[in-house]
């Protein structure tokens, strides 16, 4: 038999991104809407979807080999696996994101010592308690199945929340008392499987092309022709991710430059580049840049 990686994904809000970064990354998952077993280009790989809150305990179980889900969602099962490396993105771009204690906007509350003998909401009720528990405060924790915005004042005197960009919560008329913790996409693995040196290096590879695709996802690359009497004048105005790749050109007295710079100052910079002599300015989309 072939060998073959198990791996869970989650299902929901993070699999369109997970999926279009494994695509850049090179290998291709198609699924349909109700499957929660899609198929890979790759014939050594097995994907499982999941959803991310139960990743963790899948993973310890070894029903799975390694697995893609939040850190919050790990240390809330305190499911024992490993952690194999990060990945920064979520649904809505490349960031981490906070699970916030949040209150009304008219109420008294100001801190979370003011919610002492309080109701807090939320999905995170193991870490918050936990949470709670290392700030010396006495609260009522409780499992909300959704639409946990909406509970405050009636339903909880606060909550706690995952936010992006804390937009829903602004929506909602509340206001952040504290950030409970910072979340981010890990890759961890089984303890077990990744004795298998087989299992820890396809991983291992695996990570390596989506790291590179998460790197190249706020990048592009430049190509430009300078006459050699300019080339100083450009060299100066390129932040290159090493050191700009210069050669000669059949042209005598040209040279070719080709970069890697951040995609948003491209903008600012081309026009800068043609004012300091570049002809021919080419920018070019990156699926992967490999450290």
């Given at each position: 038999m072939s060998n073959k990686l198990k791996i869970g994904l989650p299902k929901g809000s993070l699999q369109e991104s997970t999926?279009?970064?494994?695509?850049?990354?090179?290998?291709?998952?198609?699924?349909?809407s109700r499957s929660y077993f899609p198929t890979v280009n790759d014939e050594e790989?097995?994907?499982?979807?999941?959803?991310?809150?139960?990743?963790?305990?899948y993973v310890e179980d070894g029903v799975i080999d390694a697995g893609i889900t939040g850190l919050d969602w790990t240390l809330?099962?305190?499911?024992?696996?490993?952690?194999?490396?990060?990945?920064?993105?979520?649904?809505?771009?490349?960031?981490?994101?906070r699970w916030v204690l949040a209150a009304p906007e008219n109420s008294k509350f100001k801190t979370v010592q003011d919610l002492k003998g309080k109701i807090i909401a939320t999905e995170l009720v193991e870490y918050v308690k936990k949470w709670l528990k290392s700030k010396k405060v006495s609260a009522k924790v409780e499992f909300s199945w959704g639409a946990t915005e909406a509970k405050p004042p009636v339903l909880a005197d606060a909550i706690v929340e995952l936010t992006e960009t804390g937009s829903s919560l602004r929506a909602n008329n509340l206001k952040i008392l504290d950030t409970v913790l910072e979340s981010y996409t890990v890759v961890i693995g089984n303890k077990e499987s990744l004795k298998n040196q087989w299992k820890k290096g396809k991983l291992e590879n695996i990570i390596m092309l989506l790291k590179g695709a998460l790197a190249a996802e706020t990048r592009v690359g430049l190509k430009m022709n300078i006459q050699k009497s300019s080339l100083s004048k450009v060299l100066a105005l390129l932040p290159a991710l090493q050191n700009p790749t210069v050669s000669a050109l059949s042209k005598e007295g040209w040279q070719a430059v080709e970069?890697?710079?951040?995609?948003k100052i491209v903008r600012n910079l081309i026009p800068a580049l043609k004012k300091a002599g570049a002809e021919g300015i080419v920018e070019y989309p990156l699926n992967k840049i490999v450290y």
């Open positions: 999926f279009e970064l494994f695509r850049k990354a090179g290998y291709k998952i198609s699924s349909t790989i097995e994907i499982i979807l999941a959803r991310a809150q139960e990743i963790a305990r809330e099962s305190g499911a024992n696996v490993t952690t194999v490396d990060s990945l920064i993105y979520a649904k809505q771009g490349l960031r981490k994101v970069t890697i710079v951040e995609e």
